[in-house]
Nanobody, 116 residues
Framework: QVQLAESGGGLVQAGGSLRLSCAAS????????MGWYRQAPGKQRELVAV???????NYSESVKGRFTISRDNGWNTVYLLMNNLKPEDTAVYYC??????????WGPGTQVTVSS
């Protein structure tokens, strides 16, 4: 079992930046992907960015060019650097970890609010 804890959310003005962190603990052996998702009020959860064990990355179209996902060695921490934030980025951001042939794991989320 993997435990995930997000941090780094907060209130920021449009055009500003935030860096989210996801601290992973427990049985992280076997994790093949980690990523960030977000859910705005009244909307479905959506993929933001994913990083693989081999460090390849994928981004949603809405954040491509503005956000950067990265990780340390051993999956201890996954980061999401968010630049040029927009009000539409306001959401609860969730960290996710995936193992092959196993259920995914989720953190409790961290709130990001971008003001105009």
């Amino acid at each position: 079992q993997v435990q995930l804890a997000e941090s780094g959310g907060g209130l920021v003005q449009a055009g500003g930046s935030l860096r989210l962190s996801c601290a992973a603990s427990g049985s992280t052996n076997g994790v093949i992907n980690m990523g960030w998702y977000r859910q705005a009020p009244g909307k479905q959860r959506e993929l933001v960015a994913v990083i693989s064990h081999g460090s390849s990355t994928n981004y949603s179209e809405s954040v491509k060019g503005r956000f950067t996902i990265s990780r340390d060695n051993g999956w201890n921490t996954v980061y999401l650097l968010m630049n040029n934030l927009k009000p539409e980025d306001t959401a609860v951001y969730y960290c996710n970890a995936q193992k092959l042939f196993a259920r995914g794991y989720w953190g409790p989320g961290t709130q990001v609010t971008v003001s105009s």
